[in-house]
Structure formats: C-alpha cells, structure tokens
C-alpha cells in the first residue's frame, strides 16, 4: 500500500513540472525524422567575388564532396563553415578562419573533452566562437549536445 | 400508513441532498470534457485534477485520469499522458475499464515511440484470459505499434488476424515491397563502386562515384607501376580509398533515406487521409 | 396529521443541513478553491497553484496567499511577477522580512545587480532587519558576478567569516585578478613557432598539429623548389602560408575562447558555493 501511495506521490510530482509553464495542442507528426541535410545550391549574387565563391563551394560539393563520403567530424562542416565565415566576416578573414578551421579537423587527438557535440554525432564549433568577438562567444560545455533546426 | 410516507418522504429528502452532491462532480466533468473539446487542454487537466482532489467517492477519479491523460496526449507530453492512464487503470472499477486504461498507455507509447514496453503491454494482455474476447482490438493495436517501430511485415500479419483491416495489410505489405535493401546496397557497393547507389535511384551519384573510383584506381595502380610508391601510397590513402568509402557511406545512406521516405509517405497517409482508429 | 407533518419536517430540516454542507462540494467556493491551490502548491504545481490562489485572493486577499503566489512564481522563473509581488508587502506584515530576501533572490535570479544592490542597501542593512546579515553577504556576492569595480578586499571579507573565509578570498582574487590570456602574445607566440599560441592557450594537440601541418608542408614545398618543381613548390609554400596565418589568427581566438571558458567555470563554481551556503533565505515550509 505504501508502495502505491509512493508512486502516487512521485508521479504526482513529476508530472507537475511539465506544466509550469501553460502548454495547448501540439502538432506531432507520424513521419520519422529524417537526418538528410539538403545542398543550398544557390547562387550569391550579392558580388561577383561571392557569386564566384558560391560557384566554386557549389561544384566542390557537387563533384567531389557528396561523393566522397562524410569525413568532417564537425557541424558546420568546413565548406560550410568557409562560406559561413566569408559571410559573417571577409575573404581575408574568412580564409584565416578556414584554415584555423582545417587544422583543428586534422588534430586526430581526442574531441571528445573539446567540443560539444550534435545530436547526429558531429561535433558542434560554430563560426561566433572565431570572429574574434569576444562578446558574441557562448561557451558550452564538452558535455552539452546541442539541438540543431 | 403514517410511517411509512413519512420514511418514503424524507428518502426524498436525502437522496436530492446526494443528488445535489453528484450533480456538482457531474457538472465538473462535463466542464471538463467541454474545455477538452474546445482544445483548452491545460485548463482541461486543471478541472480534471479539481475534481479528483474532491471526488472522495471515486465516482469520476477513473474518467477524470482518462480525461487529463488524453489532454496531454494531445498535448504531445506522451509520459504525462502515460502516468495519468496508469493512475486510471489503478482506480478502474470493472475489467472494461481496465483494459481501456492499458489501451491507452499502448497508444501513448506507440507515439512516444517506446515500442518494445507497448508490444510488451500487448503480450500481457493476450495472456490475461479477462480480454479473450477483445483478441481483434489487441492485434490492431500491435499491428500499429509494428508501423511504429517499421517492421511493416509483422504488422502486415497482426493486421491480417482481423477481418475488417485488409486496407491496413495490403499498406503494410506494399510499403515492405517497396523498401530497398540496405544489406544488398552495401554488399555490392563493395564490388562495384556506385552500384548501391544506382540500385537506390540515385543516377549522378552512382556514375561520378565509379568514375572517381575507376581515376583513383588508374592513378594509383600507374604510380606504384612507374616505382613511384611513396606517390602510389598517398594517393591510395587521401584519393582512391577516400572516394571507396564515400562510395559505401552513399550506398547505405541513401537506401536509408529512400526507405525513410516510404515509410513517411505511409505514415503520413495514416496520420491525415486514414479514416480509423489512430494511436 | 400533526405529527406526520412535524416529523417530515424535522427530517426535512436534516436534508437541508446536508444540502448546506453542499458548500463543501461547491468546488468553486473560496474555501475549496484555497483548498484546491494549497494541494497544487503541495505537490510542486507551482503555475495552476498561483492561478487558483490569484483566483481566491480576489475575495480574501491576505498576505500569506500573497506570499503564496509569489513563491510559485519564483519557483517557475517567472521572476519579474514575483518580484513585483514580494516588493508589494508592507514593513508590519509578518512576511516582510521574507518577502525582502524573496526580492533579493529573485533580483539575483535577474542578474540586476545593481538594483540588488540599491533594494539592499535601503531596506536590507537596517538594524531592524532580521535576515541583515545573509542580506549583507549577498551584497558582497553580487560584486562577483557584476563587471562594477569591487570593493576594497578588506572591506569586501570583513563580512564573512569561519572555515568559507579561504574560499571567499579565492573568489574575490579571481575577480580581481582573472588569469586570462592575451590573444596578442598568443598570436605572436604562433608568429615566432607555429602552434606555440595554442599551447599558450591551453590547446596542446591543435598547437602540436599546426607545427606539423606548417612545418611538413614547408618542408614539401623546400623540396620541389630545390627538385625544380615549381608548380608543386608554389602549391605547397601557399598552403603552409595558409596554414600558418591561419594559426596565428586561430591562436588569437584560442585565447578568446579560453578566457570565455574560465569565466563560464569561475561563475559556475560561484553559483555552486553560494547554493551551499543557502545564502538567501531560510524557505517558508507552508506543506507541513
């Protein structure tokens, strides 16, 4: 009998904390969640230095990186990770942050104690923790994974 | 003559003061039911937890636990959910409401996606001799708890024990046709470059996998021929084996993904065009 | 007749009594809703609790409810409600100094330092104050966590005392004087050796495979330039230029990011201390 009263009370209790904040109807889906990230194959137009940087990153990915498997144990992979830091920043800079980038992929030592890491797998090191902004760095711990959209 | 209207009269008295009494619990549930239907779900489990803290009589504690267990099923709090319909299969009153409670704990875990405790909460049903004569509700619901965890074959055979879901197994069984094998893609893949891919439908893929494998091989094979090991080596390290094992990594991902898909195309069918009973 | 009629009555009577005793089934009356809202708060329903009681304070608003309802919300987070609430009791309640040290958490909560501060210094040091002396370290605390200008350390331990007194003085150092590295000398350090800035900062195998990656393929590009292939030479002489300014700058953010790191440690480790201490407020137990 106390046995029943205990997960009574514990359930109770537990239960009580989703609903600390008001909740409605929720759209949860059947379909299976599908972990398949799809190119952005689109052209930049914003300049011609970023249409021919866009052109560029989009037949490395078409000729060689779709099909040479998946060997960046980052998110955002490095390409992406160039693309990203040309955009946020320069050329210039945007290179130096690529290269920095590339030699901390070819460090076979372990990651694990490092980076946190995302939920397929992939360790998470985005582009804010480089642009020497020090106000824009959120630490997150080794131990943290991290929910992409 | 005298006592007994007396005593048939003041029976009235009393029974419209309990009346009174059940009314109040009564017109709770239908608030609660109401704020349920108007997808206020929150508030809904409020009045529902209202009136099992005043129900001493347990007269609605069991559909007021089923109320909030749906509310947050709805909700998308699938273990809340659960929690509520174990408290109502600890308060049920009849085996009918027994097994309605263990119903919905198998569907809120068909959701949630903890398949295994559902076909688990399943066996024991077939086993308790109190629901032999429910046998056709326990194998629709493990057919569907198969769907959720896609093994569409055993789900196509739960279906086919009962006689009004053969729409469900011929899904059942066409979604287990159409599915690629992920094995084969990945065993020929090993011997032709490109071959899983192709296999999958993916054209491009496959044919700039096995030209990049078919230039690599070239490259590597004329180094080590022209006594150029160190050049042979690194190329066979950073080149060949690099587009081989994306060759292998493509094969089986794809197979994955294109039976991700068909699942999908299923399930979604089943969640908004499929006009029975869902978890 | 007559007594027919004095006994419907009197059992009549009795009906009605228990008719009364409806209020005790009317599920809205103040009475249950109190009920209702004592037994959400009980059991950690902190957000339907204080709408019940909000509903009963209506008709009887009295400074426990209150204190109730604020309580639920700050156990929820949601901080400015609360503090709104706990700053609304007046000196002669017998919440006041409880709902005092309520507010100040839930400024701390806020990270609002220096209206912690302000709130404390007005109300909180006064001689009258029960909790004067827990206010008063959470005074000093609050200068850990803010970027203000600290007070003098002297000034700054004479409030605390007994075995915590090394560990606070760690704390107060810390803040004073942050061991942080410099993202100039780490980058000049990877201008002079390649990889030496990242060991500066704390990362020992990216240091490591930056000189390898720099030195191998300057080396590469030594050899073609010597061999008289000019097109290999440029090709690997541009990639270990690459690589080593690229060094120099990851140095530099390597620096950034560590000192990030240890501050992140630093206010974890205070946040530990002062939850241990159970600086603010002994809790008001109202589920006895």
Partial sequence: MKLFFLFIFFTVVVSAQTDWQKWGKANYSYALKINNEQRDFSFDSKNTARFVLKSALNSYWFFISDVDGDNCSFSPTCSNFFLQAVRKTNIVQGTLMFFDRFTRDMDIYNKFDHYP?????????????????????KYLPPSVVVKTE | MKIPIAFFLS????????????????????????????????????????????????????KAYILMGKSYKMGGKFSD????????????????????????IIRANILRRTTDRALQLLDDLDKNGNFSSRTDEINYWRGWTYIFAERWKEAASSFSKIDSCEQLQQLCMQVEKDKYSVTFANLISHFIPGAGQIYTGNYVSGFLSLGWNILAGYVTINSFAADRIFDGLVELNFFWLRFYNGNIQNAQKFALYENQKISNKALNYLQFQYNGTKP | MKKIFLFFIFFYASGFSQAIHQNEVDLFSPANIKKFADYLYCSGDYLRAALEYEKYFS?????????????????????????????????NSKFFPFARMEFFETLFEEKNYPELRD???????????????QAKKIYYFSYLYSNESLPSKSDFLSNFSGPDLNQIKYFYDWKNNPPYKSPLLAALFSAVIPGSGKLYAGEIADGVTALLAT??????????????????????????????????YGSAAAAQIYNVKIQFDFENSLKVFINSKNCFVPEINFCK
């Fill in chain 3, 59 to 91: 008709a009887d608003p009295n400074d426990t409810v209150k204190f109730k309802i604020a309580t639920a919300y700050s156990k929820i987070g949601k901080y400015s409600k609360a503090s709104a609430l706990f700053d609304s009791f007046h000196e």
């Fill in chain 2, 81 to 104: 959910a659960i929690l509520n319909f174990t408290n109502a299969e600890l308060n049920a009153k009849t085996s009918g409401e027994v097994f309605e409670s263990k119903i919905e």
């Fill in chain 1, 117 to 137: 890491e995302v939920e397929d797998g992939h360790f998470y090191d985005p582009i804010y923790l480089y642009t020497l902004n020090q106000k824009e760095i």
């Fill in chain 2, 11 to 62: 029976l009235i008295v009393f029974s419209t003061a309990n009346l009174f009494a059940q009314n109040e619990f009564a017109k709770e549930f239908i608030f609660a039911t109401k704020l349920y239907n108007e997808e206020n779900y929150y508030d809904a489990v409020t009045e529902c937890k209202r009136l099992v803290f005043f129900d001493s009589d347990s007269q609605y504690v069991f």
């Fill in chain 3, 119 to 133: 709130s404390i210094s007005n109300a909180g040091l006064s001689n009258g104050f029960i909790f004067k002396e």
């Fill in chain 3, 215 to 248: 030195a191998s393929l300057g080396y590469l590009s030594y050899t073609d330039f010597k061999a008289g292939h000019y097109f290999r030479g440029w090709l690997f002489g541009g990639l270990a230029a690459g690589f080593y300014a690229g060094n120099i």
